[in-house]
């Protein structure tokens, strides 16, 4: 089994900047079967949506549309730790982020999460 430990969530003015890090844990073989990680986020009253992924140990990187050239996904295999930075955060950022780990061999557009953390707060104001 895989946990999955979330941090770095908070409250920002619009415009400004976050870093979230996710930090795996767990037998060395779970561990090491993860191939992609990436984040997910939920508004209130949506429905929980992709963010950003990577694959653990290589450099593709894939961004949902709303966030691309504003957030950065990034990795630290030695530290089993994924990060991401968020920058010129908007309100309709605001919503609990969530860290995902897949094992599955498949292109990061067909993430399906077999590990979630528990959850980090986003909360952007205008």
């Known amino acids: 089994q895989v946990q999955l430990v979330e941090s770095g969530g908070g409250f920002v003015q619009a415009g400004g900047s976050l870093r979230l890090s996710c930090a795996a844990s767990?037998?060395?073989?779970?561990?090491?079967?993860?191939?992609?990680m990436g984040w997910f986020r939920q508004a209130p009253g949506k429905e929980r949506e992709f963010v950003a992924a990577?694959?653990?140990?290589?450099?593709?990187?894939y961004y949902t549309d709303s966030v691309k050239g504003r957030f950065t996904i990034s990795g630290d295999n030695a530290k089993n730790t994924i990060y991401q930075q968020m920058n010129n955060l908007r309100p309709e950022d605001t919503a609990v982020y969530y860290c995902?780990?897949?094992?599955?061999?498949?292109?990061?557009?067909?993430?399906?999460?077999?590990?979630w953390g528990q959850g980090t707060q986003v909360t952007v104001s205008s």
């Open positions: 995902a780990a897949d094992r599955k061999i498949t292109s990061l557009a067909q993430f399906q999460s077999d590990y």
């Open positions: 990577m694959i653990r140990r290589g450099s593709s990187t």
């Open positions: 767990g037998d060395t073989f779970s561990i090491y079967s993860i191939y992609k």
